[in-house]
């Protein structure tokens, strides 16, 4: 089956600086590749997602890079803000219909220092 | 619109008791799925369903049944609750469309004793 491993497990950086979060995956079936950032005792909500026929992604702040070939994928906050304190989950889909079938990395804390 | 509705939000059960957790969408969402979080672990997929009537092993399935007989439920029954399944369970739901988005509930932390 799909193992996604995810890095750094805790991130802290300066308000303002950027925030990388990298994660490999094992499967080569896997196409679709979502973000999701929890909150403390919050559901996990999706921030962004890519497909695998696309190398990047940007929406506002936050974008995703894919290289398929090396099966890794990494999230970029850029001008961090205090809200962007959470936890950030990777995951990997085959999404050959719907997403029933995610596989999740074990998270990142992201803490932003005022 | 509710989105994805789980029950209860908390529950205490004791060693061999059994329960069902509860899962509503009012999406109309053909995909439906049980994850758990442990920390230090991410979610870990329990069982999922692409329709009524059929349901399909996760990562995680032992202890753990599932039954999809509506395409708004998807009730997730522990048969005899042991303390290693303490965790929080969430709930998701997506369907077949450009907008693959799954859609989680708010969980129910489920503790063990």
Known sequence: GENVEQHPSTLSVQEGDSAVIKCTYSDSASNYFPWYKQELGKRPQLIIDIRSNVGEKKDQRIAVTLNKTAKHFSLHITETQPEDSAVYFCAASPLIFGNEKLTFGTGTRLTIIP | ??????????????????????????????????????????????????????????????????????????????????????????????????NTEAFFGQGTRLTVV
């Open chain 2, 1 to 98: 619109n509710a989105g994805v509705t789980q029950t209860p939000k908390f529950q205490v059960l004791k060693t061999g008791q059994s329960m069902t957790l509860q899962c509503a969408q009012d999406m109309n969402h053909e995909y439906m799925s049980w994850y758990r979080q442990d920390p230090g672990m991410g979610l870990r997929l329990i069982h999922y369903s692409v329709g009524a009537g059929v349901t399909d092993q996760g990562e995680v399935p032992n202890g753990y049944n599932v039954s999809r007989s509506t395409t708004e439920d998807f009730p997730l029954r522990l048969l005899s609750a042991a303390p290693s399944q303490t965790s929080v369970y969430f709930c998701a739901s997506s369907t077949a469309s450009r």
